[in-house]
């Protein structure tokens, strides 16, 4: 059982999220890592990845992603450290999406992989998995978690994947 201090922070979790999940249509303003302060409209902390140098708010911060060969688009906002090292350790139904940082041939980029959409239960936050091509074999997209669990089986694996301390808020908003 957690302790006191740790549960305070996993409700302020969960309290920060619910409000989110409402209003998840509207992503909230976002900054990089590395300000100095941490601003109230960021998540726990989180930043926006990739080119979050300006500030993005609304639909202009969504990202596309593949479920089961569909495209849809989510919010991409990263938790800080410490958010990120509470919900792994008290979180057991974080979702999980697919990455591969290397992307693809002719510089075109990877689209990410998600393993759930909304439905009953479902958890908008994903902890990343990255995805490497191994050697002879050639970067492709990937698009189903099926797909990519498929590719690291077996004993010839097409890909390898490394489960990474990144945990995202990735609610998803249309397709």
């Given at each position: 059982m957690p302790n006191t201090k740790t549960?305070?922070?996993?409700?302020?979790?969960?309290?920060?999220?619910?409000?989110l999940i409402g209003a998840s249509c509207i992503a909230?303003?976002?900054?990089?890592?590395?300000a100095q302060a941490a601003s109230s409209s960021n998540i726990l902390g989180g930043t926006m990845t990739?080119?979050?140098?300006?500030?993005?708010?609304g639909n202009a911060s969504a990202i596309p992603a593949y479920y089961d060969s569909?495209?849809?688009?989510i919010h991409f906002v990263e938790f800080s450290q410490s958010a990120e090292a509470i919900l792994i350790a008290n979180n057991s139904?974080?979702?999980?999406?697919?990455?591969?940082?290397?992307g693809l041939p002719n510089s075109q980029p990877f689209i990410s992989v998600i393993d759930a959409i909304p439905g009953p239960g479902m958890n908008p936050i994903w902890r990343e998995v990255q995805i490497?091509?191994?050697a002879g074999f050639t970067a492709r997209q990937?698009?189903?978690d099926?797909?990519?669990?498929?590719?690291?089986?077996?004993?010839h694996a097409e890909i390898t994947l490394t489960m990474t301390n990144e945990v995202y808020q990735c609610p998803v908003v249309g397709h």
């Open positions: 549960m305070k922070k996993i409700i302020a979790i969960v309290a920060a999220i619910t409000g909230p303003e976002v900054q990089p890592q590395n990739g080119s979050s140098a300006q500030k993005l708010s569909v495209i849809h688009n139904s974080i979702n999980f999406i697919y990455q591969s940082d290397n490497v091509f191994n990937l698009y189903s099926d797909e990519v669990l498929a590719a690291a089986a077996g004993p």
